[in-house]
């Protein structure tokens, strides 16, 4: 007869042990959690001597036979400071201003310089100071304006008529002796043109004057006397006080200026390259400047932008662009002065490392 699946014999399984967990929830989740500390336990003591120890050996963790790399990372702890930008605006400094440094700007200079004017603006919180001049005239980069002449010794004023006329005839008392030849002429009989001679010997050495005059043998006049020897002994004045050396230039007009007290300053920081700017601007400033002066011809009100590109070697590479209103010879007049001077001084190798191989530089001429 046919059977079941039910009523066939049951295979006999093999058993193995493991351990009883109780059917009460509590205390089956306290035996699991018992079975699982026990083997976090069993695992750590096989990893600990290799995970405690000193040094670390590459490629320890790192199947061999794989494309795996390891790295030496130093983390330095000024890399993980914010640094500021690096000063990217050029700005002439005032030469008898301060020498500080600047707590905060984006301006770079010849010198260290903070911004201070005689009377400040208590509530201002600009970087400019406050200066008189031109309303329509944008000059951001300049804050005071002179001459770039240098002082020099003023020659001896040369002795007038009068001062002739009196020292021509000095004194006997300011004098020294003067003692004719061992011998003079004279004179005798009635005729006007008969004369006899007679020698007479004189006690005192002869300087060959023509008549014997005292004076004084401690007179101090070892070159001569007159207005020569007047001219000659006068001392030469000191040098008089000149205007700031600083280029002339158009100041822009501003109301307000900054709340320091001082001598007028802007915020600067130094750099190479605004010490190299500076005296680059002052020898196309010369150079404008004989050019306009040699001739008779000046544009009125007028101005001249050139955008120029100079290489580390001093050179001018090209001109990039030129733009204004002076008419042919405004514009030839400020190319000249850009042009004529090059090359200009080579850069140094730190400004080389910032700067690169070359800069474009903008000039405006204003003709005023």
């Known amino acids: 007869m046919p059977t079941l699946p ?10 193995y042990w493991l ?16 079975i699982w500390t026990v083997l976090v336990h069993l695992l750590l003591l096989l990893l600990a001597p290799e995970l405690l120890r000193d040094e670390f050996s590459p490629g320890r963790f790192v199947r061999p036979g794989t494309n795996a790399r390891t790295f030496d990372i130093e983390i330095s702890p000024d890399l993980l400071q ?42 201002s919180t600009l970087h400019m100071p406050k200066t008189q001049g031109q309303k329509d005239v944008q000059n951001d980069s300049q804050i005071v304006t002179g001459q770039l002449q240098k002082p020099e010794l003023n020659k001896p004023t040369p002795p007038t008529h009068e001062q002739k006329a009196a020292e021509a005839q000095p004194t006997e008392a300011q004098r ?39 004076g004084d043998q401690n007179a101090q006049n070892p070159v001569g006397h007159g207005a020569s020897a007047a001219q000659e002994v006068r001392p030469q004045p000191m040098p008089r006080p000149r205007l700031t050396q600083v280029r002339p230039g158009i100041l822009q007009e501003r109301p307000t200026g900054v709340s320091n007290a001082g001598v007028i300053g802007v915020d600067a920081h130094f750099s190479q ?48 662009k030129v733009d204004g209103d002076a008419g042919e ?6 190319l000249s002065a850009i042009r004529e001077p090059a090359p200009y001084r080579p850069w140094t190798k730190e400004m080389v490392a910032v700067l690169g191989d070359d800069q474009v530089i903008t000039f405006d001429f204003h003709y005023w």
């Open 6 to 15: 039910e009523d066939l014999p049951v295979a006999t399984r093999r058993r």
């Open 176 to 214: 020294k002796p003067e003692v004719p030849l061992p011998g003079y002429l004279k004179s005798s009989g009635s005729s006007q043109d008969a004369f006899g001679t007679e020698a007479v010997k004189l006690p005192e050495p002869s300087t060959g004057a023509e008549k014997y005059v005292k």
């Open 329 to 334: 010879y405004g514009t030839n007049a400020a």
């Open 273 to 320: 390259f605004g010490d190299y700017l500076q005296e680059l601007i002052d020898i196309v400033q010369i150079k404008w400047d004989g050019i306009l002066s040699a001739s008779s011809v000046t544009p009125a009100r007028s101005h001249v932008t050139i955008s120029f590109r100079i290489t580390a070697k001093g050179e001018i590479a090209e001109i990039l």
């Open 82 to 123: 914010p640094k500021a930008p690096p000063p990217s605006r050029f700005v002439e400094t005032n030469p008898d201003a301060n020498n500080n440094i600047p707590d905060n700007t984006t301006n770079f200079a010849a010198q260290n310089q903070q911004a201070a004017q005689p009377e400040p603006d208590k509530n």
């Open 19 to 34: 351990p009883g967990l109780s059917q009460n929830p509590d205390t089956r989740s306290v035996q699991i959690g018992l």
